[in-house]
């Protein structure tokens, strides 16, 4: 078989900023990629997956400057799905994201309907084709990215870390219609999904400035290399028993009840109903459900975020009120920058800290306890040049920190590693406050391993 | 009603330019009437509302400065022109889409690129507003049950808890353009002559939404501000 892609003594070192020195990302990588074969890169957070990916479509150091060396070679283009899909979609409707690239190529009328049709129809989100990308889910939103490829079918696809966040379902969907599209397919991911092996033909695990290629897919010695490096959670899926067990358990004691919940937005067929639910301190509730089937919704209106058009919270046996429930939950969105503003991580960590006004002794030693606990590399560093891993890490810190009686992690594994996410979930658990814990994850081991009780939505 | 996007744009032209003709108080709010009119029927009243909450400082700014200097017809009439401008472009840019506009940018002869840009330009508006509304929840979060809080009254604490909001909003517009630089690039902008796969389609033929609404709407807009 020839090579699609052969990438050779690469290296590549960012330029530095102020408080945050670069280091080098690669030294010498080198390595090929089959034409027609599908092969999984697996790097932790923080080593370079993005970079490497934005390298291989011409983007960096193009946009963002730093010494890049070595040779790659091509044979066609390379087509990418970002990382943080908000930032590749820019249209008014789903349609048009697919259509703008065809049309941008000076692509016929009849070629653009047909190749449209043809990649909505084989992504399977030809109910998405008129809705507004912005009211997508994150899941619904790679997908689309995904029929953007598939309409405009470079020689070789990206995707980083694009299938954390789509359901099981649609995992499995994707993954049959990558491998049976005959294209070359690189997946960059910090996690090893075990739905990888019945599909990737090439395993890649880089760590600590060296690459190691494991060949015809699955291998005791490449599952050793995946524990090794902390790809995958500890312990075994579980089985069907154990999940309807985790379901049906029930706490005295709630602390949070709502009660025939309804929702919906304006301008959107997208409705939600609730007759039950509840979280419990120091429990952990882990919400699973497919994309799209109102996860983040039902999180917005925990923490007061959505009022709902109908039913009651109550919060500690008191009707709750927005502003209750803004300041009794944390909630670690998809997207850290939301809350990031300040010049450097430590000054976000001591924000909040200020606002109650503690004295500085009681903040300092509080802060350099969250730097130690969830791993911050940069604390002098601006957040805005930090990596999205670790802009993650320093929103759930601001949150430890804070104390609150309810925690939401919102599907926040994206960037993170496994380890590192349950780290995260521990320190909450393991928290003076003693919080609620609210989980959502698409992942059934992920949700076993650290929930005491699971919350099923739609269809899974 | 769908009215082509070019006569749209024409209409919006004309309107911005009557609004700043130097007519009174009285044809200022003849003029805002129909637009009032379209918008109630168009949007929900919150949602059009909320678009004047908006400019409610300059607003402020304006009722509470201008009658030193020029009096308070002259205050309302600014007033006036404020919320006219705005509904104006408001129901334009809801009503038009980014490649409606493009394509009708494109009509009138501007090059691709800079239309592209005008559009992308306009269309961030709305994505600005919704990232600063989830910013801001993301901030409120930031909030605990010992936090105080800023007092409804206390105008300049309201506004300095806008701050890190705004700070939020900012850095993420700025590391929203090389972002943007780098997703139009891979869509392959600027590689080929682009097409259009659905040009501007309206189930009413122009000449007909001429005759029917375009010209009547221009005479009206003329004989307020010129006649009687």
Known sequence: ?460 | MNLDPRLKLILMLLYTAAFFSPVGVLRYALLLLPLMIAGFTICRPKEFLGVFKLILPILLLTAIITPFFSGILETVRIMLRFIGITAVFFLFFKTTDSDEFIQTLRFFGMPYRMALIISISTSYIPLLLDTYRDTESAHKLRYTVSTPAPSRWNVIARFCSMLPVLASVLIQAIKSIPILAMALEIRGVGKAKPTVFRPIQCKTPLHKQFLLYFLPITVIILIIVFLF
């Open chain 1, 1 to 460: 078989m020839t090579s699609e892609l052969s990438v050779k003594n690469l290296s590549f070192q960012y330029p530095s900023y102020p408080g945050l020195e670069s280091q080098i990302l690669f030294t010498d990588l080198s390595f090929d990629i089959e034409k027609g074969s599908m092969a999984v890169f697996l790097a932790l957070p923080g080593a370079g997956k993005t970079t490497l990916s934005r390298i291989l479509t011409s983007l960096v150091p193009a946009y963002t400057g730093g010494q890049l060396s070595g040779e790659i070679h091509l044979e066609g283009n390379t087509g990418i799905v970002f990382q943080n899909p908000d930032e590749q979609l820019f249209c008014s409707t789903a349609e048009k994201e697919v259509v703008f690239p065809l049309e941008a190529a000076g692509l016929s009328r009849e070629e653009i309907g047909r190749r449209t049709d043809m990649a909505f129809q084989k992504t399977g989100i030809e109910y998405l084709r008129f809705k507004k990308p912005l009211h997508l889910s994150g899941g619904e939103k790679r997908r689309l990215l995904i029929s953007v490829l598939c309409a405009t079918d470079p020689a070789v696809w990206i995707l980083d870390e694009t299938l954390e966040e789509i359901d099981i379902i649609g995992r499995k969907e994707i993954l049959t219609f990558l491998k049976e599209s005959g294209k070359t397919i690189l997946i960059f991911t910090a996690k090893m999904l075990d739905i990888y092996k019945s599909y990737a033909d090439t395993f890649f695990i880089y760590g600590d400035s060296t690459l190691k290629q494991f060949k015809d897919g699955w291998s005791q010695e490449f599952d050793k290399a995946v524990k090794d490096g902390g790809f995958s959670l500890e312990g075994r899926m579980p089985d069907a028993a154990e999940i309807a067990e985790l379901e049906s358990k029930t706490f005295q004691n709630t602390l949070l009840n709502l009660d025939n919940i309804c929702f919906s937005y304006p301008d959107s067929d997208f409705s939600l109903s609730i007759n039950k639910f509840s979280l419990t301190q120091g429990k952990a509730t882990a919400v699973i459900g497919t994309n799209g089937c109102g996860k983040s919704t039902l999180s917005r209106i925990i923490a007061g975020l959505l009022v709902p058009k109908s039913g009651t919270i109550m919060l500690n046996g008191e009707k709750a009120s927005p502003d209750t429930l803004n300041r009794n939950c944390s909630y670690l969105f998809q997207n850290p920058d939301y809350q990031l503003f300040l010049p450097t991580a430590r000054a976000e960590l001591e924000y909040g800290l200020k606002l109650q006004k503690l004295p500085q002794e009681q903040i300092d030693t509080k802060v350099n306890k969250a730097i130690a606990l969830f791993g911050i590399k940069h604390p002098d560093a601006p957040p805005v040049l930090m990596s999205y891993g670790q802009r993650k890490k320093l929103q759930a810190a601001v949150y430890w920190l804070l104390e609150k009686k309810i925690v939401i992690i919102d599907e926040a594994d994206s960037g993170i590693s496994s380890k590192e996410y349950r780290q995260i979930i521990d320190a909450f658990k393991a928290s003076e406050a003693n919080p609620a814990i609210l989980v959502i994850t698409h992942d059934i081991q992920l949700a076993a391993l650290v929930s005491d009780n699971i919350f099923r939505m739609g269809r899974l």
